[in-house]
């Protein structure tokens, strides 16, 4: 009955939510211009390998992590070792970084799907240099994720669920399908991303591949462990993985069947290069994209406010599992009700978010102000999380699962195999790759020593040792919670909000 009231109600709403969770602006804004600059279809091959083979596991350990203990990613990771319990807080503090930066491109969606019929080409950045609008979007965008997050696991994240990922296939298969009916380039398109040609791909494409396959399946931080507690035992974690990872899979592609056929259209029909388009670069979904929709006419503002309309569903159905994997810590650490911990996250991400969203629109507009070691505030927590800080735990998350558990717990045949050896050489790979390219980026051919690239390296080293030192200065030999917390946090507020009313209903002042 606990489990049922705190948790997820049904099955498919725990595989929808986590479903939900994958795919987000990873999959929208970061795999279509990756795919571009590093093969179209040869990066999607290994792209979609990497899901099956790699991150299913990992998926797998986490949410096995989250379900063993039905606790926060601190409590569950206590739960297996009391010295480990510095990992579930990297868990939740990560989530609290790309939260920062998550909201200022959640406002940017909502934005350009509320401009869809003024036209969003050529005004990126008048935006994005406009403060206070970007403020007032990001603003929006948090406050659609905090309404969900207070409503609950079951009433807000599960229902939202249900209904956002539906609604987002289905303007999903409209876009694609008016794309590839829209006649000259589309064959040109649809060659590009669906032939192969191997030669195209670079080992850095490969690990491009493999971290964008991780930060999509949402893995590496304390999102599926969180998920994964919250999931009734009814559910089989194995098959519910394998949803998440076939829908996050068939998304991704029918965004690439979505964009490169209007792209080469485009290009067809303009008569201007694929260089020119950008196509390789961040600025695709945001610069291109509103251009290729303004060529279209009246079809293409439809069009953009569904693209947009579609982004910003899929960032806010990811954002809410950032948010929870924090909310959920405070509610159980701090034994405080939900609503309480989710504005408190909320207010502090967003007061974050806005150096975030100043700095970008800054660089975005040619100007180097309010950067650390050389890069924008945005790219600096982008790579300290995802090439360094999401490896590293994912890693530990499938060391935990793999090798420190009980023997009577622990995956066996292809799964366990997969899990103990391959899966964690690979993410050393990425992470040890993603590590070097920041510290030694290639320069015109040579790799040359970058000491920005170190400090970030440096910066991420800072972070794991103050979770190591908090953790066990703060946490250690601390209560920290379970998922049964809430309801008591919860039944307490409610007992002393009547309480209080009486107290003011007796005595009128
Ligand atoms: N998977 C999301 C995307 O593709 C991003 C995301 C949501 C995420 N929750 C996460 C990434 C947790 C890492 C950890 O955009």
Redesign the pocket.
């Known amino acids: 009955m606990e489990q049922k009231r705190n948790g997820f109600g049904t099955r498919i709403g725990f595989e929808l939510a986590a479903a939900g969770?994958?795919?987000?602006?990873?999959?929208l804004w970061?795999f279509p211009y990756k795919a571009s600059a590093n093969g179209g279809a040869a990066y999607l091959f290994v792209y979609l390998a990497c899901i099956f083979l790699v991150g299913a596991i990992a998926m797998l350990a986490e949410f096995y992590i989250g379900r063993r203990s039905k606790a926060n990613p601190v409590s569950a990771y206590k739960a297996i070792s009391p010295n480990w319990g510095w990992i579930g807080l990297l868990a939740v503090v990560?989530?609290a970084l790309?939260m920062c930066y998550?909201y200022v491109l959640g406002g940017y969606t909502v934005k350009y799907a509320l401009n869809s019929f003024v036209g969003n080409a050529g005004r990126f950045e008048r935006f994005a240099g406009n403060v206070g609008d970007v403020i007032l979007h990001t603003v929006v965008f948090a406050l659609v994720a905090l309404a969900i997050v207070t409503a609950g696991v079951r009433h807000g994240i599960e229902k939202s669920a249900k209904l956002l990922l539906p609604t987002m296939l289905v303007i999903l298969i409209v876009i694609s399908s008016f794309s590839l009916l829209l006649g000259a380039g589309v064959q040109e398109g649809l060659a590009y991303y669906l032939k192969p040609d191997f030669s195209k791909l670079t080992g850095s494409g490969i690990l491009s591949a493999m971290g964008q396959a991780f930060?999509?399946?949402?893995?590496?931080?304390g999102?599926m462990i969180t998920y994964g507690s919250y999931s009734g035992k009814q559910v089989n974690l194995a098959r519910s993985t394998a949803v998440v990872c076939i829908l996050d899979g068939v998304l991704t592609f029918m965004v690439g069947l979505a964009v490169f056929p209007a792209l080469f259209h485009y290009a067809a029909v303009s008569g201007s290069g694929l260089s020119e388009l950008g196509m390789g670069g961040t600025g695709l979904m945001f610069i291109t994209l509103p251009m290729v929709f303004e060529d279209m006419g009246a079809g293409g503002q439809i069009l953009s406010l569904l693209y947009f309309t579609m982004a910003a569903i899929?960032?806010t159905t990811?954002?809410i599992?950032?948010l929870e994997v924090v909310t959920q810590f405070i509610i159980q650490r701090h034994k405080v009700d939900r609503t309480r911990a989710v504005s408190v996250v909320t207010l502090v991400c967003v007061a974050l978010s806005i150096p975030v969203g100043l700095s970008l629109g800054l660089s975005l507009n040619g100007s180097s102000e309010l950067q650390i070691f050389g890069k924008n505030l945005l790219e600096l927590l982008d790579s300290v999380t995802n090439t360094l800080l999401?490896p590293l735990c994912a890693l530990l998350a499938c060391i935990a699962v793999g090798w420190k558990l009980p023997k009577s717990e622990r995956f066996t045949g292809f799964s366990g195999v997969m899990l103990r050896f391959i899966t964690p050489a690979l993410i050393v790979v990425i992470g040890l790759f993603g590590a070097l390219d920041i510290v030694f980026p290639a320069a015109e051919g040579a790799r040359a020593f970058s000491s920005d690239g170190f400090a970030v390296v440096v910066i991420a080293c800072i972070i794991v040792l103050l979770c190591v030192l908090a953790y066990r200065i703060f946490l250690r030999d601390r209560d920290t919670g379970s998922n049964a917390d809430e309801a008591e946090a919860n039944a307490l507020r409610k007992e002393k909000l009547s309480a209080g009313l009486q107290r003011g209903w007796q005595r009128p002042e």
């Open positions: 969770s994958a795919v987000g602006l990873g999959n970061g990560v989530p790309i998550y930060f999509s399946l949402s893995l590496g931080c999102a899929a960032a990811s954002v599992s950032i999401m």
